[in-house]
Each structure stands twice: as structure tokens, then as C-alpha cells.
């Protein structure tokens, strides 16, 4: 499953930031509020989903900036600041306007989370996929701040190929690997492509909070994503 969470135009992120005490604006930020059903104690993190973010020949992930651990009652000040270091004139790498949607998500209090590459030829595991994970939460990982746990597992077969833990509370040992790469792939499936994948585990629920696809990389025929799927369920998943 994904995280709580709801959509909101640009357009209406920039009215917000610009007006934050009018009325319509507030009711506005009170109906995300309780769409979300935030609890005391609740985090949020407004991400960005820009038009220009993921296409077929080209990804610009990270180009954006997205505002983690936001209190509910700062949410108006968040929506501003999003509007603030997004904007071409604050960040240099932004090459246009920022155009498309933001989403504003209820963090979750994961155990454990990572990212998984379910098919890269660049890295020479274009039948593997790749999983790193981390105890908590994972922008440390995205971030580069942390060296992640590591497991490399064969598509077809379901075998561990490589493992490494790395981390100082390891989070891989204590994981169904192979249960999470099965909802991995079958998520590859339904989209129809290899995907980047962002995750979450919290009390062994599995949370998806991004998926975009994997550019450059070689797309795996059906049959091999089908042939992986039948492998792993014969292993009891």
C-alpha cells in the first residue's frame, strides 16, 4: 500500500504560499489536514511531482526538493518553503518552472526502508534486483549519508546472489528478502517497466512512497517477470 496521502495543483501550493492567511486558502489547508486524518504526533513530508521529474528518455529525480517531518500545524509554511526552494531563481538546478502537482503524504514510522532497483544493466544486474535498506526511515540512504544493508536477488530463481550488512543496526537479517521481492516485481509488472523504487516497512506492513522508472535500463520481457513470479511463490511466499 502507499502512505495517507493527497494532491494538490502547483497552482494552488503558490496561492497558498502567497496568501497563507486567506480564508479560502486556510480552509483549503484544513481539508488536506483532514483528508489525511493526522493524529498528535503525525509527521508529513510534501514531495514533488512535476511534469518534467520522470519521462521514457530521461530522469530528473532529485532536480526537486521535497520537505520531510513537517508538523501538521506548519503545513501552510511548509507549502511556502516548497514554493521557495523549487523555484528557478533559489535552485540552479532547476532548468524550467516548476509544473505539475505536490503531493503531501502522512510519513510513516518504519522499522525499516530502502530503495530497490528491480532490473539495472548499468550496474550489471540486469537479472537481479537490487534492495538497500536501512533500521528507520531511508533519506539517509537517497541522501548518500549512510552505507545501506545490501541484498542482490536472482530474479528468476528467488536466490540470494550477494549480501552485505553494512549498517550498524542491521536490517536485512531480521526481513523477509524474498517476500519483498516479490511485491517488488509484481509492481514491476503492473507497470510495465523496470522501477526505482522508495520504501517502507512499519509493524511487517509494506508502504510504497515512490516508484519511477528506471531509464537507460534494459525492460525485462514478460515471461521473465512471470517466470520470476512462479519461482518465488514455489518458495512459499
Not at 165 to 176: K, R, T, V
Request: aromatic residues 4%; hydrophobic residues 45%; negative net charge.
Amino acid at each position: 500500500q502507499v502512505p495517507t496521502f493527497v494532491v494538490l495543483d502547483y497552482s494552488d501550493v503558490q496561492r497558498i504560499a502567497s496568501q497563507p492567511a486567506d480564508g479560502e486558502n486556510r480552509r483549503l489547508v484544513q481539508r488536506v489536514l483532514s483528508e489525511l486524518a493526522v493524529h498528535p504526533g503525525d509527521e508529513l513530508a510534501v514531495r514533488s511531482s512535476a511534469i518534467q521529474e520522470d519521462a521514457q528518455q530521461g530522469s530528473a529525480a532529485g532536480q526537486y526538493n521535497s520537505l520531510l517531518r513537517i508538523s501538521p500545524d506548519r503545513l501552510s509554511d511548509a507549502l511556502a518553503e516548497f514554493v521557495k526552494v523549487n523555484s528557478s531563481e533559489h535552485n540552479v538546478r532547476i532548468g524550467a518552472p516548476y509544473s505539475g502537482s505536490v503531493i503531501v503524504q502522512k510519513m510513516i514510522a518504519a522499522d525499516c526502508a530502502g530503495v530497490c532497483l528491480t532490473s539495472d544493466a548499468r550496474t550489471g544486474h540486469a537479472d537481479a534486483v537490487i534492495i538497500e535498506m536501512a533500521a528507520g526511515g531511508n533519506s539517509e540512504i537517497t541522501g548518500g549519508t549512510i552505507r545501506p544493508d545490501r541484498v542482490v536477488v536472482d530474479r528468476r530463481t528467488g536466490d540470494i546472489l550477494d549480501e552485505q550488512h553494512a549498517g550498524s543496526a542491521p536490517c536485512a537479517q531480521a526481513l523477509d528478502v524474498t517476500g519483498l521481492v516479490r511485491q517488488f516485481l509484481q509492481l514491476e509488472s503492473r507497470f510495465g517497466m523496470p522501477l526505482d523504487i522508495e520504501w517502507a516497512l512499519a509493524s511487517q506492513e509494506l508502504y510504497i512512497l515512490q516508484a519511477r522508472p528506471i531509464v537507460h535500463s534494459r525492460a525485462p520481457a514478460a515471461a521473465a517477470a512471470s517466470v520470476a513470479a512462479v519461482a518465488l511463490a514455489s518458495k512459499g511466499v
